[in-house]
């Protein structure tokens, strides 16, 4: 008979082998497994969010064929006023200049946003998102046609694009080829003849359309032709392996022969001015914060989103892992004589690390699956809070499962390599005897449970600055009356009732008041105007008709409001900061030269918030203008009666304005809404928060179970002594309500000099307290002293004579 050592068990005998010890192992330690298979589930599904988000942000654009070679013109200047500008719009003639004079220049494409058109389906006038477009669209971009010949399909300023399932809204077709729509352009009602039908844009494209007009349509009168206005974007397809600097030197240098006049009369005042061109790689303007993206360029974002959501997917999994770890090491001293028997029967440290790391590559293989689940279940909140249209099919993309795959490897090394490491280690005589203590202190077991708690406390301080910070600034007065104001939106048309709607509103009881005003009260345009002969303010001017400021309750500090009718046609109101920046001692009666015209001052009044608590007030000039101007109605309405005063608004709107859709507003929603992106991320860092601090806790509870199985003689002897439940429960939680301690005290500083930093992006905020680091101390404390109590007080009730009898 021959011995095993002449007959070595195959390969993938000892892997089957493996595999089946560890199965069994899971199964006979179902709380633990468990326990580890939930918090293992949490990471890893936070990590496929976040992977979704991440891969969505890096794929923009990168179907397109001609994607390296597409350049977008944008524009770097030095206004009068000596703020540096950058921009991504610029104007019309750009693109046939440059595409003539520069050989670089392969083709050429601008692209006008339209916004919300109207368009007629039977007796329902529906809004629907439109682009204009230059006729070679689809040479330079790739967005293929269903229907339709791509070199013509915008070859006709009669012609119209449709997306696929516009297409299929509308005639209930894709081959909608011949078909005609009719859609409102200034006020009247024009036919279009579907030329092309494009599939649907893909999601991750910065370039999105539902209706594709010609550019033609939207570039009637002589400012369009102007080379310094900018209201479209021009891209560019440039010759593979040209020189790019030399191709925007070559741009400005058209440009400056082109507003050589213009530029020559500004320079005499204002020498320092300039105004060059770029050309931005299509490829990065998705997360390219430098030059905006509008005027037909969707989905504009921030890399540094990206980063801050991967980095809180790292920081979940980290403790996922660090609980695996502890949790690991406290089973192990239950599975000492296991470890001495392989030992004796001549298993070496490496076939036992393999066993290991076998347990965890199963559990990480077993936790993946709920993880999908998650993530399934997840994905509609997590799409509509990242603002954008994921879908769990991405997860089943080759390069992702790949990407899945290499994560999971990582994370049974991660989680289990350092347990396999000590568990081998362990000496037989000390297993089979059970007398084997881990080694030294477990000094990294607690260092891990520090860096979980460390990582809470932060997510923790963060949720509770983000929470009072929104709070501060929804709650803020912004110096007019907001509760019970509508902003109703008015249609851009020439023949504008506003007269006529302001009397029909005012027959209701429940209806107070309205005035009007150009663009919505809670934005502006920003325009330059001289003061003094001589000093150029950049300012955000807004047209109001003499009942706004009345009706929104902003008081006069000084002056008078409008009167009413053509006498105020010259007449301007300044706030309190453009009377402090222009330096006259009494600002009124003087004069503001603005679009060629000479404003008189005749009032001043109190700061107001229009923009966010972001920026601080700046000077503001007021004017009132025709009915042309007024592209909004305020009305005040009984807040007690809502519902009737909605009612009436629609009603009254849709009889004046039959082929126009009622859009409204409520005012105090308008201000809270300029604060989304701070509601998603308060949002987002507390669910990370909640996910950081019970992961931790079954860190801590894993670590506290590694030290009662340590310790469980010594409870023993200490009950058999007298000691109560209450004196064994402290002994065993106070070491370890030390490590969370020794977390806040290494976490404060870093939170607060990070939320500091976050809070000066913001010039009305908060200040940070010593009370509210003290309240997140004393809470994470007392929720860390509950979780190791639940494990102490069942220690402290077990039998002594259990634990004692092996002695």
């Not at 013109?73 to 046939?96: F, I, R, W």
């Not at 279009?192 to 359309?209: E, K, Y």
């Not at 989103?305 to 192990?332: D, E, Q, W």
């Not at 790391?357 to 559990?363: C, D, G, R, T, Y």
């Amino acid at each position: 008979m021959y011995s095993d050592r002449h007959n070595p068990p195959k390969r993938e005998n000892m892997l089957k082998n493996y595999l089946l010890t560890a199965w069994r192992h899971l199964v006979k330690n179902k709380v633990y497994s468990i326990v580890n298979l939930f918090g293992l589930s949490i990471g890893l599904a936070a990590v496929m969010l976040i992977v979704l988000y991440v891969k969505d942000e890096v794929s923009f654009d990168h179907f397109q064929t001609n994607g390296r070679n597409i350049y977008r013109l944008v524009h770097n200047a030095l206004d009068p006023t000596g703020h540096e500008q950058k921009g991504g719009s610029t104007g019309a003639p750009q693109a046939g200049a440059f595409l003539r004079s520069i050989p670089e220049v392969q083709a050429a494409c601008r692209i006008r946003e339209s916004g919300q058109q109207l368009v007629k389906k039977g007796n329902d006038i529906i809004p629907e998102y439109a682009v204009y477009a230059d006729t070679s669209f689809f040479h330079v971009f790739t967005f293929p046609l269903i229907h339709g010949n791509a070199a013509l399909a915008l070859s006709s300023e009669d012609n119209i694009v449709l997306s696929e399932d516009l297409a299929k809204k509308y005639f209930n077709t894709t081959d909608a080829i011949g078909r005609t729509m009719e859609i409102n352009e200034n006020g009247e009602f024009h036919t279009f003849t579907v030329s092309a039908v494009a599939a649907n844009t893909p999601l991750n494209s910065s370039i999105r359309f539902d209706m594709l007009l010609p550019i033609e349509r939207s570039l009637h009168g002589a400012w369009t032709q102007a080379w310094t206005n900018a209201y479209l974007n021009t891209f560019f397809i440039i010759k593979p392996g040209s020189d790019i600097k030399a191709v925007e030197k070559k741009m400005t240098s058209i440009f400056d022969q082109n507003t050589a006049r213009q530029f020559a009369e500004l320079r005499k005042k204002y020498p320092n001015i300039y105004y060059n061109y770029g050309l931005q790689p299509f490829l990065k303007i998705h997360l390219d914060k430098a030059y905006n993206a509008n005027n037909g360029i969707n989905h504009w974002s921030d890399v540094s989103y990206s980063y801050t959501l991967g980095s809180i997917a790292l920081f979940i999994l980290l403790i996922a892992c660090i609980n695996f770890i502890n949790l690991t090491l406290a089973r192990s001293l239950r599975r000492g004589k296991e470890i001495g028997i392989r030992k004796v029967a001549g298993g070496s440290r490496g076939q036992l690390i393999t066993q290991f790391m076998s347990e965890s590559l199963i559990l990480n293989l077993l936790a993946f699956i709920p993880s999908l689940l998650l993530v399934q279940v997840c994905l509609p909140w997590f799409s509509e809070l990242a603002n954008k249209q994921l879908s769990v099919s991405y997860l089943f993309h080759t390069s992702t499962l790949l990407l899945f795959g290499a994560l999971i490897l990582c994370n049974t090394l991660l989680s289990g390599f350092y347990p396999a490491l000590v568990l081998s280690g362990f000496r037989p005589v000390q297993t089979l005897y059970g007398k084997f203590r881990l080694t030294g202190r477990n000094y990294l077991g607690k260092s891990l449970v520090i860096i979980q708690f460390v990582i809470a406390v932060f997510l923790i301080i963060g949720t509770i600055v983000m929470q009072q910070q929104f709070r501060f600034m929804s709650k803020k007065d912004p110096g007019y009356r907001t509760a019970g104001i509508v902003d109703v939106s008015l249609p851009d048309v020439p023949d504008k009732k506003i007269d006529l709607l302001r009397s029909e509103l005012a027959k209701y009881p429940f209806i107070r008041q309205s005035a009007v005003e150009s663009i919505g009260f809670t934005n502006s345009n920003w325009t330059q105007m001289q003061v003094n002969n001589h000093d150029v303010f950049d300012v955000p001017f807004y047209r109001m008709d003499e009942f706004t400021l009345p009706m929104l309750k902003i008081p006069f500090v000084a002056g008078r409001n409008f009167l009413g009718g053509a006498a105020d046609s010259g007449d301007c109101i300044i706030n309190e900061t453009m009377a402090l920046a222009s330096g006259w001692k009494n600002p009124i009666g003087q004069r503001i030269s603005w679009d060629k015209h000479d404003y008189t001052i005749i009032g001043i009044v109190k700061d107001f918030h229009m923009a966010s608590m972001r920026a601080k007030i700046s000077p503001a000039f007021i004017t009132k203008g025709n009915i042309d101007y007024y592209g909004n109605m305020i009305v005040s309405i009984d807040p007690n009666r809502k519902v009737d005063a909605i009612r009436s608004i629609q009603s009254t709107y849709k009889k004046l304005y039959p082929n126009n859709p009622c859009d409204y507003a409520f005012l105090d929603d308008m201000l809270v809404g300029q604060y989304k992106s701070e509601q998603r991320w308060m949002t987002i860092i507390t669910t990370a928060a909640v996910l950081a601090i019970f992961i931790s806790c079954l860190g801590l509870f894993g670590l506290a179970t590694l030290s009662i199985e340590q310790r469980v003689k010594e409870i023993g002897v200490r009950k058999v002594l007298g000691a109560s439940l209450v004196d064994i429960t402290s002994l065993l939680s106070k070491d370890f309500v030390r490590l969370v301690v020794i977390a806040f005290v290494i976490a404060s500083p870093a939170a607060w000099y990070f939320y500091n930093k976050w809070l000066q992006d913001f010039a009305y905020r908060i200040h940070l307290s010593w009370s509210l680091f003290l309240i997140v101390g004393l809470s994470t404390l007392a929720i860390s002293f509950f979780t190791v109590s639940i494990r102490a007080a069942s220690a402290a009730l077990a039998n002594p004579a259990a634990s004692l009898r092996s002695e």
